[in-house]
């Protein structure tokens, strides 16, 4: 293969020489269009502007390779030239990619060459090595549409340069001498640097710390993880970016502080990020450089404050759904406005008493329409575990064909199905018809399609979520029907607590017992008719009957968890993605156990996720039974637990436990623990380390989010970039130090536990705090691609004025260059 021709400025001793030289100050003015370069402690601007044209179209790509430093040059500069000019040998540059190598910063005043290149690669040390002439010319070029690419040193060149710095993004804290291996994060599968990258990245490098972490204010499409290697002083944590671009100042500009040892440029990984990179900086490739830029999103509240008295706008958020044509509807689980009444009385008929309220909101009106309300059990409020419930309007979904049938499934709790003697309430799942001309809902057209009973004697744990997946098939998540109490915060097994009969402090009655449907995700198909019926494949087929006569609920498709409020399905691939809430333990116990993790798990098959046996990845509780639940007996097996309960009435022998892919507790994410020949984690506090240490503070209430997918077709102006397609939203309901991120995970590992390859915050694109989205709710995308949010407000069993539908939309505009400013290669 004939290799195309470069064009390099001098030997490696001659470039030395001139770097030198211009240290000295006695390169030649008539070079240079001004004084030689000298150190200015002050921050400077550019005195001059050159008058540049736009940088060359054609089919062919021309770069100018910059390696003049303030001191002796290192060998990484040779290695550096070697692998950029090996670029233009393979891939969408063979063929047509030349490379000028200089350390002669005269050319920066040269307009006429400056116009000739296609992108300014910087391969310099670190230093003041531009006068103020010449760093004008390089801002002039930038200006008129230039490319630049920064490897490394770049980020300590021209140290008292505002400009300089806002091109690169970031400077770092010193020089690290020391080459450490280290996982690097590739969070970024679009860009042409990043896409066939693996997404978890081993390799060797000398490792910045940056004095300011650019991230938000420049679209990182890679993280070196801090955790696999010695950051030394001044580390930046679990965002600690090293690879970023930007569009700046009328050009384009790629940062990657890789690239600090010889050795990384024989890489062939790292060739094809630096390939990637000049794919975009040259304006081979358009590529998307704004995408994780907070500025670039807007967060709007589109729902009012409910009328004094009234729940106009908004009931007790509680969930919500997108349909086709923008439309949201989103419902109110059953607290009253506040101030309105509270009966707790169970001699009171009306005791617990709500409306759950559906409203719709419409994009092209801006106007809310209160859709109907059913009659719950779901009013029943504050107070202790022995008075408040957490029944009501729990979940809502709409038909794959709502588009022409209007049907609108909903979960929850009727009133009408009281048994006020034994404190029995009646679940169910039903399909109601809206008018979608009126956003009317006809309350008469119920079709039930499941019911189960549930203990409504004690709190807690509803569930409520539901999603359809590509087959039709019908997910519902039902929580554990458990006291919180009673079980010192760990493992809910207490199997002493009841009211006439019927256990409310054991979740072996429900989430572990095979013959229940609580503490599950069911899965049904429904019928035309308003019938379900039983797909193939779930947990269970319901005829099975075993130890003492046990048996099975068809319907189960997940069993054990615990408080599963929201599920999502991606449609693509049918993965069910959940959240479930943790136990109150705020510690583990040597004793009992792990302390509450809050859990997300994303499923690909039916199975048994462990609830209250096993959390985490595989951590095991302790086992408690009669006659003294206080004494705590065996741990339990992951691989094969068994329900010994006398609440039991389903399998004693389980499906072995799932562990799940995200977990946290108050002390961090994914906690874990060395593990004894048994496999029992110590649960001892100082010996614990954290998987997961982007996931900071106490666990509250895991809200599972959307898997985002992009959709190319769309003309929307409001959608979120294609970035964020395949990243799986988790958050937290409440605000502080909790989780609000999109993850990745890895296909190949998914299904197995495998831990999230890499995660973006969220907390400054979907705001938290006070004005913002405090207590997220529900979260999900719209076909348009833009994001409605479910802000619960701030009181607890009922809507306030901060109760709100909020819509976050994408405002940062299309890739670059534009497709006209594409350099396109001839027709062959």
Same mark, same amino acid.
């Given at each position: 293969?004939?290799?195309?021709?470069?064009?390099?400025?001098?030997?490696?001793?001659?470039?030395?020489?001139?770097?030198?030289?211009?240290?000295?100050?006695?390169?030649?003015?008539?070079?240079?269009?001004?004084?030689?370069?000298?150190?200015?402690?002050?921050?400077?601007?550019?005195?001059?502007?050159?008058?540049?044209?736009?940088?060359?179209?054609?089919?062919?790509?021309?770069?100018?390779?910059?390696?003049?430093?303030?001191?002796?040059?290192? %060998?990484?500069?040779?290695?550096?030239?070697?692998?950029?000019?090996?670029?233009?040998?393979?891939?969408?540059?063979?063929?047509?990619?030349?490379?000028?190598?200089?350390?002669?910063?005269?050319?920066?005043?040269?307009?006429?060459?400056?116009?000739?290149?296609?992108?300014?690669?910087?391969?310099?040390?670190?230093?003041?090595?531009?006068?103020?002439?010449?760093?004008?010319?390089?801002?002039?070029?930038?200006?008129?549409?230039?490319? #630049?690419?920064?490897? $490394?040193?770049?980020?300590?060149?021209?140290?008292?340069?505002?400009?300089?710095?806002?091109?690169?993004?970031?400077?770092?804290?010193?020089?690290?001498?020391?080459?450490?291996?280290?996982?690097?994060?590739?969070?970024?599968?679009? $860009?042409?640097?990043?896409?066939?990258?693996?997404?978890?990245?081993?390799?060797?490098?000398?490792?910045?710390?940056?004095?300011?972490?650019?991230?938000?204010?420049?679209?990182?499409?890679?993280?070196?993880?801090?955790?696999?290697?010695?950051?030394?002083?001044?580390?930046?944590?679990?965002? $600690?970016?090293?690879?970023?671009?930007?569009?700046?100042?009328?050009?384009?500009?790629?940062?990657?502080?890789?690239?600090?040892?010889?050795?990384?440029?024989?890489?062939?990984?790292?060739?094809? $990020?630096?390939?990637?990179?000049?794919?975009?900086?040259?304006?081979?490739?358009?590529?998307?450089?704004?995408?994780?830029?907070?500025?670039?999103?807007?967060?709007?509240?589109?729902?009012?404050?409910?009328?004094?008295?009234?729940?106009?706008?908004?009931?007790?958020?509680?969930?919500?759904?997108?349909?086709?044509?923008?439309?949201?509807?989103?419902?109110?689980?059953?607290?009253?406005?506040?101030?309105?009444?509270?009966?707790?009385?169970?001699?009171?008929?009306?005791?617990?008493?709500?409306?759950?309220?559906?409203?719709?909101?419409?994009?092209?009106?801006?106007?809310?329409?209160?859709?109907?309300?059913?009659?719950?059990?779901?009013?029943?409020?504050?107070?202790?575990?022995?008075?408040?419930?957490?029944?009501?309007?729990?979940?809502?979904?709409?038909?794959?064909?709502?588009?022409?049938?209007?049907? !609108?499934?909903?979960?929850?709790?009727?009133?009408?199905?009281?048994?006020?003697?034994?404190?029995?309430?009646?679940?169910?799942?039903?399909?109601?018809?809206?008018?979608?001309?009126?956003?009317?809902?006809?309350?008469?057209?119920?079709?039930?399609?499941?019911?189960?009973?549930?203990?409504?004697?004690?709190?807690?744990?509803?569930?409520?979520?539901?999603?359809?997946?590509?087959?039709?098939?019908?997910?519902?998540?039902?929580?554990?029907?458990?006291?919180?109490?009673?079980?010192?915060?760990?493992?809910?097994?207490?199997?002493?607590?009841?009211?006439?009969?019927?256990?409310?402090?054991?979740?072996?009655?429900?989430?572990?017992?095979?013959?229940?449907?609580?503490?599950?995700?069911?899965?049904?198909?429904?019928?035309?008719?308003?019938?379900?019926?039983?797909?193939?494949?779930?947990?269970?087929?319901?005829?099975?009957?075993?130890?003492?006569?046990?048996?099975?609920?068809?319907?189960?498709?997940?069993?054990?968890?615990?408080?599963?409020?929201?599920?999502?399905?991606?449609?693509?691939?049918?993965?069910?993605?959940?959240?479930?809430?943790? %136990?109150?333990?705020?510690?583990?116990?040597?004793?009992?156990?792990?302390?509450?993790?809050?859990?997300?798990?994303?499923?690909?098959?039916?199975?048994?996720?462990?609830?209250?046996?096993?959390?985490?990845?595989?951590?095991?509780?302790?086992?408690?039974?009669? %006659?003294?639940?206080?004494?705590?007996?065996?741990?339990?097996?992951?691989?094969?637990?068994?329900?010994?309960?006398?609440?039991?009435?389903?399998?004693?022998?389980?499906?072995?436990?799932?562990?799940?892919?995200?977990?946290?507790?108050?002390?961090?994410?994914?906690?874990?623990?060395?593990?004894?020949?048994?496999?029992?984690?110590?649960?001892?506090?100082?010996?614990?380390?954290?998987?997961?240490?982007?996931?900071?503070?106490?666990?509250?209430?895991?809200?599972?989010?959307?898997?985002?997918?992009?959709?190319?077709?769309?003309?929307?102006?409001?959608?979120?970039?294609?970035?964020?397609?395949?990243?799986?939203?988790?958050?937290?309901?409440?605000?502080?130090?909790?989780?609000?991120?999109?993850?990745?995970?890895?296909?190949?590992?998914?299904?197995?536990?495998?831990?999230?390859?890499?995660?973006?915050?969220?907390?400054?694109?979907?705001?938290?705090?006070?004005?913002?989205?405090?207590?997220?709710?529900?979260?999900? #995308?719209?076909?348009?691609?833009?994001?409605? !949010?479910?802000?619960?407000?701030?009181?607890?069993?009922?809507?306030?004025?901060?109760?709100?539908?909020?819509?976050?939309?994408?405002?940062?505009?299309?890739?670059?260059?534009?497709?006209?400013?594409?350099?396109?290669?001839?027709?062959?």
């Amino acid at each position: 293969m004939q290799r195309t021709p470069h064009h390099r400025s001098g030997s490696p001793r001659s470039r030395r020489a001139t770097a030198a030289a211009l240290v000295a100050g006695t390169m030649a003015a008539s070079l240079l269009g001004g004084t030689a370069a000298t150190a200015d402690p002050s921050p400077r601007t550019a005195s001059t502007t050159l008058s540049i044209a736009s940088p060359p179209g054609g089919e062919n790509v021309k770069v100018l390779v910059f390696h003049a430093s303030a001191s002796e040059e290192s %060998p990484v500069v040779d290695a550096g030239i070697e692998a950029i000019e090996s670029i233009g040998l393979t891939g969408p540059l063979a063929g047509r990619f030349t490379t000028e190598a200089t350390a002669n910063p005269a050319v920066f005043t040269n307009a006429s060459r400056l116009s000739g290149y296609n992108a300014i690669v910087f391969l310099t040390g670190g230093g003041d090595v531009l006068d103020p002439a010449q760093e004008a010319g390089l801002e002039s070029y930038v200006k008129a549409g230039g490319g #630049f690419l920064g490897l $490394h040193e770049a980020a300590r060149t021209e140290p008292y340069s505002d400009w300089f710095t806002g091109l690169i993004g970031a400077r770092p804290t010193g020089a690290p001498s020391t080459v450490q291996r280290a996982t690097v994060e590739v969070g970024d599968r679009v $860009h042409p640097a990043t896409k066939s990258l693996p997404q978890e990245w081993k390799r060797s490098d000398k490792w910045f710390n940056w004095s300011q972490n650019p991230s938000g204010s420049v679209h990182t499409v890679a993280r070196v993880r801090e955790t696999t290697y010695k950051p030394g002083t001044g580390a930046n944590g679990v965002d $600690h970016p090293v690879s970023w671009c930007r569009d700046y100042d009328g050009g384009r500009s790629f940062y990657t502080a890789m690239g600090g040892t010889a050795d990384s440029y024989a890489e062939t990984d790292f060739r094809a $990020h630096l390939r990637g990179a000049l794919q975009w900086t040259t304006r081979v490739s358009a590529a998307d450089c704004k995408a994780t830029i907070d500025a670039n999103y807007r967060a709007e509240r589109v729902t009012q404050p409910n009328q004094p008295g009234q729940q106009d706008q908004i009931g007790e958020p509680h969930g919500l759904v997108t349909a086709p044509d923008g439309r949201v509807l989103y419902i109110g689980r059953g607290g009253g406005a506040g101030g309105a009444p509270v009966i707790t009385d169970w001699d009171d008929p009306d005791i617990g008493k709500g409306l759950g309220q559906i409203h719709v909101y419409d994009p092209r009106t801006k106007a809310v329409t209160l859709a109907g309300a059913l009659t719950v059990f779901g009013n029943k409020g504050g107070g202790g575990e022995l008075v408040k419930v957490e029944e009501g309007l729990l979940g809502i979904e709409l038909d794959p064909a709502f588009t022409s049938n209007g049907w !609108v499934y909903l979960h929850y709790t009727p009133h009408t199905g009281l048994d006020r003697d034994k404190r029995i309430a009646e679940r169910r799942v039903s399909r109601f018809t809206l008018n979608r001309t009126t956003n009317r809902l006809d309350l008469t057209s119920e079709k039930v399609l499941l019911k189960w009973p549930v203990q409504v004697h004690s709190c807690c744990h509803s569930g409520g979520g539901m999603a359809f997946d590509s087959k039709g098939n019908l997910y519902i998540a039902t929580g554990d029907n458990n006291s919180s109490q009673f079980s010192d915060g760990y493992s809910g097994n207490n199997p002493v607590p009841a009211y006439k009969g019927v256990s409310f402090a054991d979740a072996r009655r429900t989430s572990g017992n095979t013959n229940n449907l609580n503490g599950k995700i069911l899965r049904i198909h429904p019928e035309q008719d308003g019938t379900a019926t039983l797909p193939e494949g779930n947990l269970f087929t319901g005829k099975e009957q075993a130890e003492g006569g046990g048996k099975t609920r068809g319907e189960i498709y997940v069993m054990g968890v615990r408080n599963p409020s929201r599920i999502s399905i991606d449609k693509q691939t049918d993965t069910l993605y959940a959240g479930w809430v943790g %136990p109150d333990a705020g510690s583990p116990s040597t004793t009992w156990g792990p302390a509450k993790y809050e859990s997300f798990a994303a499923i690909t098959k039916p199975g048994n996720f462990g609830w209250p046996f096993c959390m985490g990845n595989n951590q095991p509780y302790r086992d408690r039974n009669l %006659p003294d639940p206080t004494r705590p007996l065996g741990w339990y097996d992951c691989a094969a637990p068994k329900n010994e309960s006398p609440n039991n009435n389903g399998l004693v022998n389980l499906p072995p436990v799932t562990p799940t892919n995200i977990w946290y507790s108050p002390q961090g994410g994914g906690p874990d623990f060395p593990r004894d020949a048994n496999g029992v984690p110590s649960y001892r506090a100082d010996q614990g380390t954290f998987l997961l240490p982007w996931l900071k503070g106490g666990g509250q209430a895991a809200m599972d989010g959307p898997l985002y997918r992009y959709d190319p077709n769309s003309n929307s102006a409001d959608k979120w970039p294609e970035y964020w397609d395949g990243k799986w939203f988790i958050g937290d309901f409440y605000d502080a130090d909790n989780p609000r991120h999109a993850v990745l995970m890895d296909p190949k590992t998914l299904a197995k536990g495998g831990l999230p390859t890499s995660a973006d915050t969220l907390k400054r694109i979907i705001p938290v705090g006070q004005g913002g989205i405090r207590n997220l709710m529900d979260w999900k #995308f719209a076909p348009d691609g833009s994001l409605y !949010v479910l802000d619960y407000g701030r009181g607890f069993f009922n809507s306030d004025s901060q109760s709100a539908l909020w819509r976050v939309t994408f405002k940062g505009g299309a890739p670059t260059p534009a497709a006209k400013d594409l350099v396109r290669k001839a027709a062959q």
